[in-house]
């Protein structure tokens, strides 16, 4: 079955450095998503991503933040310099083209430490 | 704002017992609702949903009837295994948000003891 990839499975950085995380979609979606967990909260949502632009994105999302798609297979989230508190696990998803209310795949996350 | 409220965790049980975890939410209009499950070291797995009143989602053994009367969405099996050991969220995604956000609970954590 397809799968999301997501590349690395744990990244540790210095607080004021660029990281970028690293998502490979299912290949026929057209709908991305990034969401984080913070150690012990709720799975929040950051950003929608269809048709090479973001179609949302929350409060957290802020110009930290920014999403890409360079190539067509890659989806990428890029925190631009990072803080103590966006230490979280970060998961990429996906979904078919149609009604909402169809299911996101969900990769494996990326946990996030800044130190 | 839309949101999803799960039952404090963690949850214990033994072996064949019955599980619930219960969920409610709120939101306007008709959202859709799922149940995903994150095993140890691994990202959420969808393990049902439902779109519309009374419709019942169920997998591997569990159900949940999407009840808008009590704004409910509980998740039910009636013999878990320890293999069912995990974090449970509860979602809704909004029909009127075309992005198809999902808004998670803060998941519930499952143990089975043999």
């Known amino acids: 079955e397809p799968e999301v990839t997501q590349t690395p499975s744990h990244q540790v950085t210095q607080m004021g450095q660029e990281v970028i995380l690293h998502c490979v979609p299912i290949s026929n979606h057209l709908y991305f998503y990034w969401y984080r967990q913070i150690l012990g909260q709720k799975v929040e949502f950051l950003v929608s991503?269809?048709?090479?632009?973001?179609?949302?994105k929350s409060e957290i999302f802020d110009d930290q933040f920014s999403v890409e798609r360079p190539d067509g297979s890659n989806f990428t989230l890029k925190i631009r310099s990072t803080k103590l508190e966006d230490s979280a696990m970060y998961f990429c998803?996906?979904?078919?083209?149609?009604?909402?209310?169809?299911?996101?795949?969900f990769g494996d996350g990326t946990r996030l430490s800044i130190l | 704002g839309d949101s999803v409220t799960q039952m404090e965790g963690p949850v214990t049980l033994s072996e064949e017992a019955f599980l619930t975890i219960n969920c409610t939410y709120t939101?306007?209009?008709?959202?859709?609702l799922f149940w995903y499950v994150q095993y140890p070291g691994e990202g959420l797995q969808l393990l049902l949903k439902?779109?519309?009143?009374?419709d019942k989602g169920s997998n591997k053994g569990f159900e949940a009837t999407y009840r808008k009367e009590t704004t409910s969405f509980h998740l039910e099996k009636g013999s878990v295994q320890v293999s069912d050991s995990a974090v449970y969220f509860c979602a809704l995604s909004h029909g009127s948000s075309n992005t198809g956000k999902l808004i998670f609970g803060q998941g519930t954590t499952l143990q089975v003891k043999p």
């Open positions: 939101a306007t209009g008709y959202p859709s």
């Open positions: 991503f269809y048709n090479n632009e973001i179609s949302e």
């Open positions: 998803a996906s979904r078919d083209q149609g009604i909402s209310n169809q299911p996101q795949h």
């Open positions: 439902a779109t519309k009143a009374d």
